[in-house]
């Protein structure tokens, strides 16, 4: 076994065994609470750029499926766990954790106090880090340095493609690629929709020339504000035909319509976070994986109304556009992995398409 370092930008250093591949990776520090969900966190491409802490004491028990993969490859930069299982015990498990992680060149590092770790994180906020395999001398003036940059234009599709829909063609849908999970699409695709995928550079002419019956703003990482481009194409999208925004995605329709975001002190990431429904009342548990918010008293201003706010907090959580046939949501709806309170979503999407 080979030790590992864990480095924070406070200067405090931990020291635990590595697993997956060797070397250094620098990042920023986030926790995430879900008890399940390995693959599906490694390879969401909404923790671009940043270093993991997976708060279930236990990782990896059941393998890595291929088929629970939200991308093609892994977008963490590396994974800091309490305890990790070298030999996993499931049907569908195709190969270990550790493998997975040295298949992608991504290090772990695990025999960590998480607890103590995510409390730092909660009093203090997210900080930079790095994990290494190379000794316990990292600079922290270089850690102290290091932004997410490009978060999109790294992670979301290249080319346009069209994924078929399951079944008879109901709907024909363009779905932005900010980074997206393969849930959301394969959400549409079991309702009937055609989904043809376009890049964050698309513009609103190029999608709108396809003739969609409604749009979709895919999840992604990173701040919202830093993809003015993207935004100025949203602002185009308003009212054209229905829009639906997921996480990163709420986040730019919010500024589209003249509402302001802000980074939050630890954000919100893992499967068990509460959300109300202010319309109904009802409190669904929900997948969330982001640090920033779009600001609840900035949306009466534009005419947008407040959907729903985070039971834990009071944070926006949805946002509704009266009168535009919009609507999105902070937290993920197709919860893969996770609870599927929220599925219902998708469904409210279909019907915002069948009314012409």
Do not use: W
């Amino acid at each position: 076994m080979q030790n590992a370092y864990l480095i924070l930008e406070n200067g405090k250093t931990y020291e635990g065994i590595s697993f997956g591949a060797s070397g250094t990776s620098v990042g920023e520090l986030v926790f995430t609470t879900g008890m399940t969900g390995c693959a599906e966190s490694l390879t969401d491409p909404s923790y671009y750029g940043q270093l993991v802490i997976f708060t279930f004491p236990q990782f990896g028990n059941y393998g890595i499926a291929d088929a629970d993969m939200e991308s093609s490859g892994i977008h963490v930069r590396g994974a800091i766990v309490r305890e990790y299982c070298e030999k996993p015990s499931n049907f569908r498990c195709d190969e270990s954790v550790d493998a997975f992680l040295k298949r992608f060149g991504i290090i772990g590092i695990s025999g960590i106090d998480t607890r103590e770790l995510t409390q730092m994180i909660r009093d203090g906020g997210v900080m930079n880090a790095v994990i290494t395999t190379e000794g316990p001398n990292y600079p922290v003036e270089e850690l102290q340095r290091f932004k997410i940059t490009d978060a999109v234009k790294n992670t979301s599709t290249k080319d346009r493609f069209i994924v078929e829909a399951e079944g008879i063609e109901r709907f024909r849908v363009a779905f932005v690629d900010y980074g997206a999970k393969r849930s959301m699409i394969s959400n549409l695709t079991r309702r009937g929709c055609r989904v043809e995928v376009f890049p964050y550079s698309a513009t609103a002419q190029e999608i709108l020339d396809t003739c969609p019956d409604g749009i979709m703003l895919s999840n992604g990482a990173g701040d919202p504000a830093d993809n003015q481009g993207c935004i100025e194409e949203i602002k185009k999208l308003f009212g054209k035909v229905p829009l639906f925004g997921i996480c990163l995605g709420h986040q730019m329709m919010a500024i589209a319509a003249g509402a302001t975001t802000s980074k939050m002190k630890f954000g919100h990431r893992g499967a068990n976070q509460p959300v109300k429904d202010l319309e109904t009342g009802r409190v669904y548990i929900t997948c969330q994986n982001h640090g920033y918010a779009v600001d609840a008293g900035s949306l009466k201003p534009i005419g947008a109304k407040l959907r729903y706010v985070n039971v834990n907090d009071g944070t926006c959580e949805g946002v509704d556009y009266p009168g535009l046939r919009a609507f999105s949501m902070q937290f993920h709806p197709e919860a893969h992995g996770g609870p599927r309170d929220c599925e219902d979503a998708f469904s409210r999407f279909i019907e915002m398409m069948e009314v012409k």
